[in-house]
């Protein structure tokens, strides 16, 4: 059963860190581009990290790069975002996603064409 489920999301306090998990069943999620994104409250959704499929290279967008970071763990079929020094902006559901066709091409915006997602996890940055 093809599924993409996100974790660890909850409570942190301003300056804390919180690491999420994005974990695939029915597939191998590492020959996949995946992307983590987030939507606050009032707000619409954005980008915040990318993989790359092809060579696992990551971006970053300004608003978390240097404070997140993105690792995986290929015999648990998951990827971790780790957030650190956070921030009450920070403050939104978190979701991965991945572009199914990623697995056959290249794709020059990183984030384009994310078309299956996970559910999200909750992070309330708060004190």
């Known amino acids: 059963q093809v599924q993409l489920v996100e974790s660890g999301g909850g409570l942190v306090q301003p300056g804390g860190s919180l690491s999420l998990s994005c974990t695939a069943s029915g597939f191998t999620l590492d020959t996949y581009t995946i992307g983590w994104f987030r939507q606050a409250p009032g707000r619409e959704r954005e980008a915040v990290s990318c993989i790359r499929s092809e060579d696992h290279s990551t971006r970053f967008e300004d608003s978390v790069k240097g404070r997140f970071t993105v690792s995986s763990d290929n015999a648990k079929n998951t990827v971790y975002l780790h957030m650190n020094n956070l921030k009450p902006e920070d403050t939104a559901v978190y979701y991965c996603?991945?572009?199914?066709?990623?697995?056959?091409?290249?794709?020059?915006?990183?984030?384009?064409?994310?078309?299956?997602w996970g559910k999200g996890t909750l992070v309330t940055v708060s004190p």
């Open positions: 996603a991945i572009n199914w066709d990623s697995i056959h091409r290249h794709y020059d915006d990183c984030y384009y064409g994310m078309d299956y």
